[in-house]
């Protein structure tokens, strides 16, 4: 075994001339054939609104239960000039774009209200929301996280609140 005490041996200098100049040399590549050197996988929506400015955002979290029902928070969102969010299951099977996502990997809201349908409150979605002005949760189970945070909070089923809530705006702008 060989060892070598710490200090024993002194770094060399380098040579200043050395140092400031590198050694270039030409690479033949050839891309001949090659169709595809950038693959797009997902296109980032850049235009429209955004959710990071929304004033009001309606999120829809796995308790949705379905894609469809995802149409009632785009549908409550639009109805109270805002947007709809989504928690990242929703994104990862396909519900809704990125660009929709809230939380540590998705987009940061601030908005004056954050209504949350279906979403447990995982900390990593509440990065994304925990700056709003009020938030309003729905869900079945009492003791979700998301009440922990929520100024309003509904034990129910969101399908439910939600339709109840676009027929309550309705009649608002009927009336
Ligand atoms: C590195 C990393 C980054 C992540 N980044 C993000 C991120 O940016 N954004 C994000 O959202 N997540 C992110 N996640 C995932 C996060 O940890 C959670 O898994 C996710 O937020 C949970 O989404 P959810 O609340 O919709 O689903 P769930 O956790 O499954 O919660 C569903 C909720 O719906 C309730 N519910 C069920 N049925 C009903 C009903 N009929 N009516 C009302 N409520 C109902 C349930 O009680 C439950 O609380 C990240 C995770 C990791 C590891």
Same mark, same amino acid.
């Given at each position: 075994m060989t060892a070598l005490l710490a200090n024993a041996v002194s770094p060399r200098p380098v040579e200043p001339a050395a140092a400031a100049s590198p050694v270039t040399c030409d690479v033949a590549v050839d891309l001949d054939g090659v169709e595809e050197r %950038?693959? %797009? %996988? @997902?296109a980032a929506k #850049? @235009?429209?609104p955004r959710l990071e400015d929304a004033e009001i955002v309606v999120a829809g979290g796995r308790g949705l239960g379905v894609s469809e029902h995802f149409a009632l928070v785009e549908e409550l969102a639009g109805k109270l000039g805002g947007l709809a $969010? #989504?928690?990242?299951?929703?994104?990862?099977? $396909?519900?809704?774009? #990125?660009?929709?996502? %809230?939380g540590l990997t998705g987009r940061i809201t601030r908005p004056r209200l954050y209504l949350a349908a279906g979403v447990s409150g995982a900390t990593q979605h509440m990065v994304g929301c925990s700056a709003a002005k009020t938030i309003v949760a729905v869900n079945t189970d009492p003791d979700a996280p998301i009440f922990r945070h929520a100024r309003y909070g509904i034990v129910g089923d969101c399908v439910e609140v939600l339709r109840e809530l676009i027929r309550a705006v309705d009649q608002m702008e009927v009336t």
């Amino acid at each position: 075994m060989t060892a070598l005490l710490a200090n024993a041996v002194s770094p060399r200098p380098v040579e200043p001339a050395a140092a400031a100049s590198p050694v270039t040399c030409d690479v033949a590549v050839d891309l001949d054939g090659v169709e595809e050197r %950038v693959r %797009v %996988v @997902e296109a980032a929506k #850049a @235009e429209g609104p955004r959710l990071e400015d929304a004033e009001i955002v309606v999120a829809g979290g796995r308790g949705l239960g379905v894609s469809e029902h995802f149409a009632l928070v785009e549908e409550l969102a639009g109805k109270l000039g805002g947007l709809a $969010g #989504a928690s990242r299951p929703l994104v990862d099977d $396909g519900w809704i774009d #990125a660009s929709r996502q %809230v939380g540590l990997t998705g987009r940061i809201t601030r908005p004056r209200l954050y209504l949350a349908a279906g979403v447990s409150g995982a900390t990593q979605h509440m990065v994304g929301c925990s700056a709003a002005k009020t938030i309003v949760a729905v869900n079945t189970d009492p003791d979700a996280p998301i009440f922990r945070h929520a100024r309003y909070g509904i034990v129910g089923d969101c399908v439910e609140v939600l339709r109840e809530l676009i027929r309550a705006v309705d009649q608002m702008e009927v009336t």
